[in-house]
């Protein structure tokens, strides 16, 4: 009583000078109704029944439960602790003088250049910058096949090299990493409480005063009235095969009573139905390469009705290419659009920064979010004088009054257009093409057949939008084109008005504010960075199957949390009457109270039994 027993009373006291109560309260007077009575029947002779193993086993059996409960939070602290340990504790990094020295990871600093080798895990996140490997990512993003790494490769701390050599100049170090951020992001979720959480502690905020109130009642309806109550035993034992030993006096059974009711009726089941849920989830999602931001955003994945994407680097693999360039054989004009696209993190400039040629001098260099990019000429460049406003973006921007009639009649089906201007006259066209991810027509299929709504929301041409959206299955309906970053937020508000829940899967700037709008936002890998910060969801695997599986994941953590609150209310509501009318004594009502939390840690835990994704 006095080791394990401390604890609970002295949680009990805090909760009292809070003016809150909670399982420590009913702990601490069940056990002390039973181990009081005892001790006072045993200084006086009494011949009754005495509940001083009962008081103890009160204690042994919680705090066992309790224990089972650190268990499960030490198992998915240990997956996370092993996750850290996958970076080697030391790297080969690259002289000045050209040859290589063991350091300490500690003392790598961003922009060392780092030496791997076959069968070497890579000691933090880097860039490649020359070689050639296939690299093992399975433990950060749950995909079991190997990677090709080469020039410019973004390499993860922890993932480890198969084959070739590669030397990686250092991106980021410590907190910074790819793999801490993983970690940070779980242990946010794990200790953040979803809606449905808070509804369970008010329910529990009333539940406790309301048993102490049953539990004064049983005292003293025992006590006063043995006959009365006696009957209501009697009665209700034409049902029940089983009663409570009594101990021998009218006032002694309606002690013994009451703390049964104290015991049996400790909220444990309730305070463990949503978090051991919340625990076992994120660390599922984190094994399929799926972080999720908190519980809340949990709790919404479970009851997406619509999936909005975006399309370049959504759909698309994000790595465009310019399939075409009028007019044709304009060279000049060619390194005119390298040079404003070079800047740019946008796939459509990206394409435009691979076409070769000289250098550009720009000055003013601005990118326009879902429009494109200008500039002014630093210097005279043939025959534009210094100063001359250069653009390259949509057509529409650009100004399609000036557009060539050539230009507008001129593309292939599915080719993004992109206008080069100089001093707002339309010079040149470039069509770009981007490939479509594999695995999206089957994803788009499958979502529509769980009954979720899909749409493509894209700020490309409609002509462009549909070739796509053709290929992958999508309704005319479901091809929303020509929409600017703003008008993405306006769809999902419309959308949301009508009573639904959307999802928005997108990786750019121009997506974060239909991200920061939508009811659960996905980044997908190499999102920007303001697309992550914003998403409650992010996926490290590059495959459009982690959208259904995040959702499915979801929506099977909140049935195991309605299953584990609805048992917890029935247990509570089935076992305080039997505790009252005296069919259950303390000793067992400490033991069905720690099954009913074995029971919701157990149904919490089969959400750590999906396979990891491959």
Known sequence: MAGCGLRFARGAWNQARASSFGMDALVTLGSAAAYGYSTAAWVTGGTGHLYFMEAAAILTFISAGHWMEARVGARAESALHALLRLAPATARRRTASGGEEEVPIG???????????????????????????????????????????GPDSDLYGGTSLLDGTLAMRVTSLGEATALARIILAVRRAQASRA????????ISSVFVPGVIGVALATLLGWGLAPAWAGALHGAAGAWIPWGAAGAGSPWADAWIHAAAVLIVACPCAMGLATPAAIMAAANAAARRGILIRDGVALERAGKITHVLFDKTGTLTLGQ?????????????????????????????????????????????WQEVRGEGVRARLGAAWGEIPEGTEVRLGSPAWIGGAGEPENFRSTGERGATRLLLSVAGRPVAMLLIRDAVRSEAAEVIGGLRASGRGVAMVTGDTLEAAAAIGERLGFQPSEIHAGVRPEQKSELLKELQAAGQRVAFVGDGINDAPA?????????????????????????????LRAVPESLELAGSALRIIRQNLFWAFFYNTLAVPLAALGFMNPMLCAVTMGLSDVLVIGNSLRLLRSPRSS
């Open 107 to 149: 003392r790598l600093q961003p922009g060392d250049e780092v030496i791997l080798r076959p069968g070497d895990r890579v000691p933090t996140d880097g860039k490649v910058v020359a070689g050639k490997s296939a690299v093992d990512e399975s433990m950060l993003t749950g995909e079991s096949g190997p990677v090709a790494k």
């Open 195 to 202: 809606n449905i959480q808070r509804l369970a502690d008010k």
């Open 320 to 364: 465009p290419s310019v399939v075409g360039f009028l007019p044709e054989g304009a060279g000049r004009l060619k390194e005119l659009a390298a040079a404003l696209g070079r800047p740019s993190r946008h796939p459509a400039s990206r394409a435009a920064a691979g076409l070769s040629g000289e250098p550009v001098p720009l000055l003013e």
């Open 515 to 543: 991200l920061a709008q939508s009811d659960l936002g996905i980044a997908v890998p190499h999102a920007s960075d303001i697309a992550r910060e914003t998403a409650d969801l992010v996926l490290l695997r590059a495959s």
